[in-house]
């Protein structure tokens, strides 16, 4: 953690880091890697996948992140893992099951720490969990059943409770789609949403989770343009947003990682997404397609970790280290029969 790597992480184009890949990474050295189903085959491959990395970057201690929420966005599938559910159908399980919010949050830390379970024995410590935003009647089915579809403040309850399962097991957590996802009409990887509600209501409603959580270690943006804040960028892009709104009011200090800069949402080439992420406030941009030309353009147009973004990193590292050591050992088979009790035998 000693070195400031560049501010970015890629994705890569398959099972095994090609001989190009290889050496981009190792003169690029971006901060880390994100995996994808097609990088995914079985627990060896991606152990091997992932000590490549780490060997190019030349630091064993190099985040990976995945995606691995449950239900519709799990990178991770059967037979060699587990089919965890979607953050909705465990809190509807739970409820149907006769629990109440206290019996939902504890279903939730569960589930979560047995996915960081399956994560951490693969070598990858930043899962993409939790999903915070608010879905509104109306809004495009791309987030949906990835929130929990619960109110402000039982989000972020539980959202907390999703964080301290993951870190428990010595895995980050990157809460998302910060500010707010929820209202977007469109999907983000088809067009860019704008969303025109008031302020005021954003803050008692889409924004609170995020407050709620401004202390988790990693935070990703949402590619949404909130017209009353800034009506210009969306938030990824938008310095005023992040400065005022996501550091100051809500008081996030952690990393915060763009969303991935290849949806359409985005306009411009690589490059300048890459660069005007970095120049709006985003400590990493996000690259994922693992399109080698598109990484070259990236890797030239981003800077090394400033000062700051890399002391966040190093902040979260620490959040993540302690929260496995805090937590004392981890039990499987106990964790699955009591999510099996608290769903009524659903999952």
Same mark, same amino acid.
């Given at each position: ?36 189903? +097609? ?14 990395? +780490?060997?190019? !970057? ?5 985040? !990976? ?16 893992? +587990? ?7 465990? #809190?509807?399980? !739970? =409820? ?26 693969? /070598?990858?410590? $930043? ?20 929130? %929990?579809?619960? /109110?402000?403040?039982?989000?972020? #309850? ?15 957590? $990157? ?10 009409? !469109? ?7 704008? $969303? ?10 889409? %924004?609170?989770? %995020?407050? /709620? ?33 996501? =550091? ?5 200090? /952690? ?56 002391? +966040? ?33 659903? %999952?």
């Amino acid at each position: 953690m000693g070195r400031r790597p560049r501010a970015v992480v890629f994705g890569c184009a398959g099972p095994v880091l090609s001989a190009d890949e290889r050496e981009l990474f190792a003169d690029a050295d971006p901060l880390g890697l994100i995996l994808f189903q +097609r990088n995914c085959e079985n627990p060896d491959q991606i152990r091997a996948l992932i000590d490549a990395f +780490r060997t190019a !970057v030349g630091r064993a201690d190099a985040p !990976v992140l995945i995606d691995q929420e449950g239900g519709r966005v799990q990178r991770l599938k059967p037979p060699h893992w +587990r089919d965890a559910p979607s953050a909705a159908a465990l #809190v509807r399980a !739970v =409820r149907d099951a006769g629990g109440d919010l206290k019996a939902v949050a504890e279903a939730v830390t569960v589930n979560a720490r047995l996915i960081a379970a399956e994560l951490i024995e693969l /070598g990858i410590t $930043v899962d993409c969990v939790p999903v915070l935003d608010l879905p509104v009647p109306g809004a495009d089915a791309i987030i949906s059943d990835r929130a %929990f579809g619960v /109110g402000p403040d039982d989000t972020a #309850v539980l959202g907390c409770a999703a964080c301290e399962g993951v870190l428990a097991v010595g895995v980050a957590p $990157v809460i998302k789609h910060i500010p707010g996802h929820g209202r977007a009409t !469109v999907d983000t990887h088809e067009a860019l949403p704008v $969303v025109d509600t008031p302020v005021d209501e954003l803050g008692a409603s889409d %924004f609170a989770p %995020f407050r /709620g959580l401004a202390d988790a270690p990693w935070a990703m943006t949402a590619h949404v343009v909130f017209s009353d804040l800034d009506p210009d960028h969306p938030a990824t892009l938008s310095a005023k947003l992040i400065a005022s709104l996501i =550091r100051a009011d809500f008081g996030f200090d /952690g990393v915060l990682v763009s969303d991935d800069l290849g949806m359409s949402a985005l306009q411009g080439d690589m490059a300048d997404r890459a660069a005007g992420a970095i120049a709006a406030g985003c400590d990493l941009a996000l690259h994922c397609s693992g399109d080698f030309d598109e990484m070259t353009a990236v890797a030239e147009a981003v800077p090394l970790m400033n000062e700051t973004a890399h002391g +966040r990193f190093v902040r979260a590292e620490v959040h993540r280290l302690r929260g496995r050591r805090l937590a004392g050992p981890f039990d499987r088979a106990a964790d699955l029969r009591r999510l099996s009790e608290l769903t009524g035998g659903a %999952f």
